[in-house]
């Protein structure tokens, strides 16, 4: 049984059994002595070493697994025998010379593995970031035109690309090492390509040391302009550092804030159980089709994943030595993410389905009200859900007699119209949102409301009720009141504002009429005892003006005293208790 010996190869640790070792020391003593005069050696030694590391550790399945001959040689394989790549360090001074030996060396080895693309930013070759560059070696395509279509779909999308810039920015790791600018271009990782690529890093570190010697030159004959142009780009250029030092704060302070702002909010819809917001019942009811936590987790990760990113790059633009996230780490996220916006997107669709249709159900009753008669119409509330009569479309989550909650709103549509029937009548028309035509007219059948007609008061109910099981459905009620010609009506204050509506649907009572005796005439409604004026005596002056000369308020005041001898009389005791109702109303306004 070999012993085995531990290893450390590029900071990694690795248990290898003894004749491997040597086999392994061996080859690197030969590689250490094929560049003995080789500038970079030190770097392309490591670089090597770095590489070796990285096949072991693929080719291990367990970190304890024992390294033998077997992977030994196939590092050998893969990297190459030291002898195919020596060759004086002169003849990479020859452009063409080198990039025959290259080519020739590749040839030798035919058992050079050849590693697909991975996706790097390339800096030594940015603008910017290297965003560009890096996708450019990925897709064999000139930089110069990702350059020039992101430029122009940022024009187009009105600065939507550079969020996406900044993303691929965040996500693409920078190519550092020797090795990962190898994988960028997809060149294959073995000894020659190493050795050629560290000295063309010296190879660009001598010609800008060159350039410096020219600059020190230059600068013994520059003259005082040049030099205060200098200054001033100097200057200019430490500005826009600071600016951009600002921004990355901006960045750092609106991402944390957002951040934490996210997360509180995630901690108060219940999520992890620490908070109970009231609104959370309301958001129950919405139909999201899944449990509250997880709405608000998906939420928090379509919007807090990007916001996390933006937070590293606030941090990385103040500090520039910040360790950037793994790899892993980042398409974690990214995944995360586009699932999460995948699911919210399903979900949005579903809940815009739920809403499809509209259906109503009509309710008509007939009331014993005549030409002849007076009514009172007044509208009534519940006070166990509260005494306030003002018509709104809310929809509110309420608790009825048996500790219930129930739905409670106050969308109630109060129209007055007229009739040429003997009788009048009441149409009450629910309506809801479904699924389904059938789920729509479900809905609206158990919207409960309820109409009261009694000693010539017609009460109704200034708000509905409606069971949590069908949930928030743009539920609401009209209510329309056909009146013979010729009855008259009394509207109580508190119809107001559930008769004063916005659109033509033909409501006869105006607003400021309640309170006063209004005679029900054909489409017109014509007030007994409204002050006189053109405005509030007639619905439909405009009509009459055009039949009748005027000259100031005679006209009006003739056509008023013969509506009045022409209106029914209060021969009931019911028409003299509204007429004592409407006299104290008329006292209490002149007050």
């Known amino acids: ?216 030159y230059g600068q013994k004959v520059n003259n005082g302009a040049t030099n205060f142009f200098k200054h001033v ?14 921004i990355g704060i901006l960045i750092l302070l609106v991402a944390g804030s957002a951040l934490i702002g996210l997360l509180f909010s995630l901690l108060s819809v219940g999520t992890f159980g620490l908070f109970d917001a009231p609104w959370m019942d309301y958001v129950e009811l919405a139909n999201i089709g899944i449990p509250l936590w997880l709405g608000a987790l998906l939420i928090f990760f379509v919007a807090g994943i990007p916001i996390f990113f933006l937070f590293v790059l606030g941090l990385k633009i103040l500090i520039s030595n910040v360790k950037s996230i793994s790899n892993p780490v980042k398409l974690a996220l990214l995944g995360l993410w586009l699932i999460s916006v995948f699911v919210i997107s399903f979900l949005g669709i579903r809940q815009a389905t739920e809403r499809a249709f509209e259906g109503e159900v009509v309710e008509v009753k007939t009331l014993p009200i005549s030409a002849k008669n007076t009514v009172f119409l007044a509208m009534q509330a519940n006070n166990f859900y509260g005494s306030d009569l003002h018509r709104n479309n809310d929809l509110e989550i309420k608790l009825n007699e048996n500790s219930e909650k129930i739905i409670y709103s106050r969308d109630i549509k109060l129209i007055v119209k007229s009739t040429r029937d003997s009788v009048a009548k009441i149409k009450v028309t629910k309506q809801a949102e479904g699924k389904s035509y059938e789920v729509a007219r479900r809905r609206a059948s158990e919207i409960n409301y309820n109409t009261i007609f009694n ?24 209510v329309t009141l056909y009146l013979p010609i010729g009855t008259t009506l009394l509207a109580d204050e508190n119809t107001r504002s559930y008769h004063l509506t916005y659109n033509d649907n033909g409501d006869l009572l105006l607003k400021g009429q309640e309170g006063h005796l209004l005679t029900i005439g054909n489409q017109e409604i014509i007030c007994k005892t409204c002050p006189t004026s053109k405005e509030n005596n007639k619905l439909d002056n405009d009509e009459r003006s055009k039949n009748y000369s005027t000259n100031g308020d005679e006209w009006y005041q003739e056509e008023e005293k013969d509506s009045l001898n022409n209106l029914p009389k209060l021969n009931t005791i019911e028409d003299q208790i509204i007429k004592t109702q409407v006299e104290i109303i008329n006292q209490t306004s002149n007050k």
């Open 233 to 246: 780009s100097n200057a200019i250029i430490s500005i826009i550092k600071i600016f951009i030092k600002l």
């Open 1 to 216: 049984m070999n012993k085995t010996v531990n290893i450390n190869l590029a900071g990694i640790f690795f248990h290898i059994d003894e004749d491997a070792f040597f086999k392994l020391k061996n080859y690197l003593d030969a590689i250490k002595q094929s560049f003995t005069d080789s500038q970079g050696r030190e770097e392309i030694i490591q670089d090597i070493e770095a590489r070796i590391a990285e096949i072991f550790d693929e080719k291990r399945q367990t970190e304890k697994q024992v390294i033998s001959n077997k992977e030994v040689d196939a590092v050998i394989e893969i990297m190459g025998q030291p002898e195919d790549y020596q060759v004086d360090s002169d003849i990479f001074e020859d452009e063409e010379t080198s990039q025959s030996f290259y080519t020739s060396n590749q040839q030798k080895n035919s058992k050079t593995e050849y590693k697909n693309k991975k996706l790097y930013r390339d800096t030594d070759n940015s603008y910017i970031s290297g965003v560009c560059s890096g996708l450019g070696h990925y897709f064999n395509i000139d930089p110069v035109w990702i350059r020039v279509l992101f430029v122009l779909l940022t024009i187009v999308t009105t600065a939507f690309f550079i969020v996406i810039y900044i993303i691929f920015w965040i996500v693409m790791p920078e190519a550092v090492t020797t090795t990962e600018k190898l994988e960028m271009r997809g060149e294959p990782i073995n000894i020659s390509n190493i050795e050629r690529k560290v000295k063309e890093g010296f190879d660009s570190v001598a010609d800008k040391m060159k350039d410096v010697d020219y600059q020190k």
């Open 455 to 478: 000693n010539h008061t017609l009460t109704l109910d200034g708000y509905f009720t409606t069971s949590t099981e069908n949930m928030f459905s743009d539920q609401k009620v009209t």
